[in-house]
């Protein structure tokens, strides 16, 4: 069964540029406050009537380029995202129609912030059981558009952006994919969520006016659960693989919040010299996070043939998880 390698990257963010100091302005905050909690300096803001789609497209086209593939002959197409251009149908749905990709099943990923890690480890599977030669896993988020701008906890933290991966077989035994781990813990639902919008919590004019339908969390528990298990995954990611930390040349995480990342790599006896960090540019951009950073290392030279990555990321449920490439 042959491995899984990524064999093509992109990413985009929009134009505008939110600063910590036009935060200022609008919620009680501070640049200080902003980027010694968090590391964010700057995020990105959807223009008007730019679509989450939209953005997935523009990454894709990127990852595609690289990979040296048409659309027309993805196999499928797999778009994490909280924030699809409607309920119905898929946001995954419209980014098949605008690629042109007529051969390709198409399908979205809800795990928040780990979106694009869940997808990456499902389109994995149909790479090595031989369902398909190309697979399209794209993250993406507009999280403007779900924010409560009165929120100061949460309204400094996120951006709009998008990241794609073209997934294929490996011609090289030795490298690709070596392993992923996924996990949830719903019992945590509490702590990061959007309450609003389902039958759990139905929008009404009053659940409107207490903005139940935008993000809301719970930072103190976020974090002391994200540290413990991003640093449990990778450790199993590991272990799996019978690899020790010092062996580790990349670490392509999740960027939530640098003190996070900081912590996990602490633990993992890790210098931060081997992270590729963005944070201070983009924010908490969710599920697009991944591959952005991805795209990123991949295109200013970092990532070396043989090289091996550790990925990490967590989201809302909570969901999480890590992986394993061998570049």
């Not at 979106?115 to 398909?132: H, T």
């Not at 991003?230 to 640098?258: C, G, R, S």
Request: charged share 20%; hydrophobic share 45%; net charge neutral.
């Amino acid at each position: 069964m042959p491995r899984t390698q990524i064999i093509g990257t992109g990413s985009y963010v929009p134009e505008k540029v939110v600063t910590n100091a036009d935060l200022e302005k609008i919620v009680e905050t501070s640049d200080q406050w902003i980027s010694e909690r968090t590391g964010i300096k700057e995020r990105r803001m959807a223009a008007p009537g730019e679509l989450t789609s939209d953005m997935a497209v523009k990454a894709a086209v990127q990852a595609l380029e690289m990979a040296r593939t048409r659309p027309e002959d993805l196999d499928a197409i797999i778009v994490g995202t909280v924030t699809p251009d409607m309920p119905m149908p898929s946001c995954a749905a419209f980014v098949q129609h605008k690629l042109g990709a007529k051969k390709a099943f198409a399908f979205d990923v809800s795990a928040a912030c780990a979106g694009s890690l869940y997808g990456m480890s499902i389109a994995d599977q149909y790479v090595r059981n031989g369902n398909a030669k190309r697979v399209l896993v794209i993250g993406v988020e507009l999280l403007t558009s779900i924010l409560n701008w009165e929120d100061r906890n949460t309204c400094v933290l996120f951006g709009d952006a998008a990241g794609a991966m073209v997934l294929g077989p490996s011609s090289d035994g030795e490298r690709g994919i070596l392993s992923t781990h996924l996990h949830t813990d719903g019992s945590q639902w509490p702590i990061l969520l959007i309450q609003a919008g389902g039958p759990h919590t139905p929008i009404t004019p009053e659940v409107l006016a207490k903005k139940l339908n935008k993000v809301s969390m719970n930072g103190r528990e976020v974090f002391k659960f994200a540290v413990r298990a991003l640093t449990d995954a990778v450790k199993e990611a590991l272990d799996a693989n019978q690899l020790a930390p010092a062996q580790v040349d990349h670490v392509i995480a999740h960027q939530a919040n640098v003190r996070i990342i900081d912590a996990v790599l602490e633990r993992l006896d890790l210098s931060r010299d081997k992270v590729w960090l963005n944070i201070h540019r983009y924010g908490n951009t969710s599920s697009a996070s991944l591959p952005m950073t991805l795209d990123e290392a991949n295109r200013a030279g970092r990532l070396k043939e043989g090289d091996v990555i550790a990925m990490m990321a967590i989201g809302a449920g909570m969901a999480w998880g890590s992986a394993l490439v061998r570049w």
